[in-house]
T-cell receptor, first 113, second 111 residues
């Protein structure tokens, strides 16, 4: 079956603009994660969705960041009023259930000019 | 704060040698551990998962877990240049579904 799909693969935006990043997880995977990876850095956890439960937003760096997951499937990460420090690769991963093996998408490379 | 520590490297080994990658973790409640490989410019992909003390072998890869000493290691036998990548260690506790990732160790296998 298809893997985790993310779009767009690259996004260049101007400082202050809003951006939306999309993640389509593997069918049947109930858990979905968003991470951020800056150049040469490790994975920074952002948000976790599990089924219809309330998401764990503990990793979101500021209130400019938000995410939703519609129908327990596709997720959108929104960054409002983007700043240059938001430039990074945003990775989405899904797993069959929490604490299970995570499968990563190819990521969205965000560049804020 | 839960931490997973890895030496950033680079670890350089000759082709055919054994590469040993190590990881320590601070959370004694961690129960699940994962090794991911990440090629430059690509997303992480799972290499091994390990949940019990001891060794787990899969082809050229062996994961080792020692909960008493709070370390996890990955051994790569007969290293190949195609193994050159960054290896990420991750741990997750039973009370959390959010794994903690280390910063990764860069491995270079030279011909």
């Amino acid at each position: 079956g298809a893997g985790v799909s993310q779009s767009p693969s690259n996004k260049v935006t101007e400082k202050g603009k809003d951006v939306e990043l999309r993640c389509d997880p593997i069918s049947g995977h109930t858990a979905l994660y968003w991470y951020r990876q800056s150049l040469g850095q490790g994975l920074e956890f952002l948000i976790y969705f599990q089924g219809n439960s309330a998401p764990d937003k503990s990793g979101l760096p500021s209130d400019r960041f938000s995410a939703e997951r519609t129908g327990g499937s596709v997720s959108t990460l929104t960054i409002q009023r983007t700043q240059q420090e938001d430039s990074a690769v945003y990775l989405c991963a899904s797993s069959l259930a929490g604490l299970d093996i995570q499968y990563f998408g190819a990521g969205t490379r965000l560049s804020v000019l | 704060q839960k931490e997973v520590e890895q030496n950033s490297g680079p670890l350089s080994v000759p082709e055919g040698a054994i590469a040993s990658l190590n990881c320590t973790y601070s959370d004694r409640g961690s129960q699940s551990f994962f090794w991911y490989r990440q090629y430059s410019g690509k997303s992480p992909e799972l290499i091994m998962s390990i949940y019990s003390n001891g060794d787990k072998e899969d082809g050229r890869f062996t994961a080792q877990l020692n909960k008493a000493s709070q370390y996890v290691s990955l051994l790569i036998r007969d290293s190949q240049p195609s193994d050159s990548a960054t290896y990420l260690c991750a741990g997750a506790s039973g009370g959390s579904y959010i794994p903690t990732f280390g910063r990764g160790t860069s491995l270079i296998v030279h011909p």
